[in-house]
């Protein structure tokens, strides 16, 4: 028998920040010459945080997210995601890692058109390798409130039913951290509440760290700590009273 755990590896590990740009830089060439979309960005965000990314049209906050979720390659800088260097990784282990470590949620949903609910969920458990990929499927699409839409396709959805199957797939593998580019920006404002409340249950759940591009203050105060972004850098940054989550650690 272990010795009652005073120093909880998880615990530990989550002082260690899940993410840490410095510098980041990111030059995008275009018909019109070189582009500096990210010009210096630094960012730490520790695990189980929950960050709001907000800031004018433009000024890179996707472009950040797709260089968190190693969809895009930073130009220079240091890019450190869950202890990985991204900027050292092949595309293989970055995809990888995506597969194990981190859950993506677009604005447009992104579900493959041709598998039904629960094969959205379960074919990235499968392929990780998870016996019981159609079970936590099924399970998944339960707590989303999903349980009579399983073998729905996406074009049978409506668009809040498949911003939850995206949301049960992104949760599904028990991610660090979710990722979200204004999940709520092609719903209307009921829908996109329920979808909201739902992303922060699991989160809260199951102790991710969230980080979510909003355009809505309502939705960024949400997360206690607010980053506005502005011409490719961080322009602000503030973080709020405790949270229940932290009030109750
Ligand atoms: N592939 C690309 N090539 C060149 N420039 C790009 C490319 N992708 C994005 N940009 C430019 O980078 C800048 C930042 O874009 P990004 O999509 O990150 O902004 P954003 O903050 O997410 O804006 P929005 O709120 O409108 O979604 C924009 O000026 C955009 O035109
Ligand atoms: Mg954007």
Excluded: W
């Excluded at 979720?69 to 900027?87: C, N, P, S, W, Y």
């Excluded at 092949?90 to 058109?113: K, M, T, Y």
């Amino acid at each position: 028998m272990n010795p009652p755990d005073s120093s909880n590896p998880t615990t530990a590990q989550s002082r260690d920040p899940i993410i840490a740009l410095k510098d980041l830089r990111l030059t995008l060439g275009s018909e019109a010459g070189e582009v500096n979309i990210l010009r210096g960005l630094d960012l730490t965000v520790g695990a189980g945080e929950t960050v709001s990314i907000v800031g004018p049209s433009g000024s890179g906050k996707t472009s950040m997210l797709m260089v968190i979720a190693g969809l895009e390659r930073a130009t220079g800088g240091q890019v450190m995601i869950g202890g990985k260097d991204f900027m050292k990784l092949g595309e293989d282990q970055l995809a990888l890692f995506r597969r194990d470590n981190l859950g993506i949620v677009f604005q447009s949903f992104h579900l493959v058109p041709t598998m039904n609910a629960v094969e959205n969920v379960a074919i990235p458990l499968e392929l990780a390798g998870r016996r019981d990929a159609f079970d936590r499927a099924r399970a998944l699409l339960e707590q989303v409130g999903l349980g009579h839409r399983l073998s729905h396709y996406p074009g049978q959805l409506s668009g809040g039913e498949q911003q939850r199957v995206a949301l049960a797939r992104a949760f599904a593998a028990e991610p660090k951290l979710i990722l979200a580019d204004e999940p709520t920006g092609n719903l209307d404002a009921g829908t996109g509440q329920q979808v909201i409340d739902l992303m922060f249950q699991m989160s809260d759940h199951q102790d991710t760290t969230l980080m979510l591009i909003t355009h809505d203050p309502a939705l960024a105060k949400r997360c206690r700590r607010v980053v506005r972004m502005g011409d490719g850098v961080i322009e602000e940054d503030t973080t709020s009273g405790e949270t229940a989550r932290q009030a109750a650690e």
